[in-house]
């Protein structure tokens, strides 16, 4: 229910950006893991705080994720809590690392701020399509 690009722009043009929106978001998700799991001084950084780095990517995450694959709102967001547990956790397995619950909290916070956004944005959109007249 998040987002059928395919039927918002049409079959050949929304199966084309459903494709490469899939691919991004894998993309981001594996970069998400080997960031965290590559010793720190390997780690790129923005100069940003720890925690807004932490919750800017997992929010990026959240909302690429919510774009590229339809579907209930609760599974998303639990999956999200899966995905920032299993992150931290890869962490423990490289020396020099270590899972923190506090970058669990702020990672699971970003990714499902994301999720809920982009889930409460798209349905608004699709509210807003079904009222215009084109569409009736």
Same mark, same amino acid.
């Not at 940003?48 to 997992?58: D, P, Y």
């Not at 990026?60 to 999200?80: D, V």
């Not at 990714?111 to 009736?136: E, M, S, W």
């Given at each position: 229910?998040?987002?059928?690009?395919?039927?918002?722009?049409?079959s050949?043009?929304?199966?084309?950006?459903?494709?490469?929106?899939?691919?991004?978001?894998?993309?981001?998700?594996?970069?998400?893991?080997i960031?965290?799991?590559?010793?720190?001084? +390997?780690? #790129? *950084?923005?100069? $940003?705080?720890?925690?807004f780095?932490?919750?800017?990517?997992f929010?990026?995450?959240?909302i &690429?994720?919510?774009?590229?694959?339809?579907?209930?709102?609760?599974?998303?967001?639990?999956?999200?809590?899966i995905?920032?547990?299993?992150?931290?956790?890869?962490?423990? +397995?490289? #020396? *020099?690392?270590? $899972?923190?619950?506090?970058?669990?909290?702020?990672?699971?916070?970003?990714?499902?701020a994301g &999720?809920?956004?982009?889930?409460l944005?798209?349905?608004?959109?699709?509210l807003?399509?079904?009222?215009?007249?084109?569409?009736?």
């Amino acid at each position: 229910m998040c987002f059928e690009l395919r039927n918002d722009f049409g079959s050949r043009t929304g199966s084309t950006i459903l494709a490469t929106t899939r691919v991004v978001a894998w993309i981001v998700a594996i970069g998400l893991i080997i960031t965290s799991i590559v010793p720190a001084p +390997l780690r #790129p *950084g923005t100069g $940003a705080s720890h925690n807004f780095e932490h919750f800017g990517s997992f929010l990026l995450a959240g909302i &690429i994720w919510c774009l590229a694959y339809s579907g209930r709102l609760l599974l998303w967001l639990g999956t999200m809590v899966i995905f920032a547990g299993s992150v931290e956790l890869l962490q423990i +397995l490289v #020396p *020099g690392r270590h $899972a923190r619950f506090s970058d669990f909290v702020v990672d699971v916070l970003g990714g499902c701020a994301g &999720i809920f956004v982009t889930f409460l944005v798209v349905g608004c959109y699709r509210l807003c399509r079904k009222d215009t007249p084109d569409n009736n």
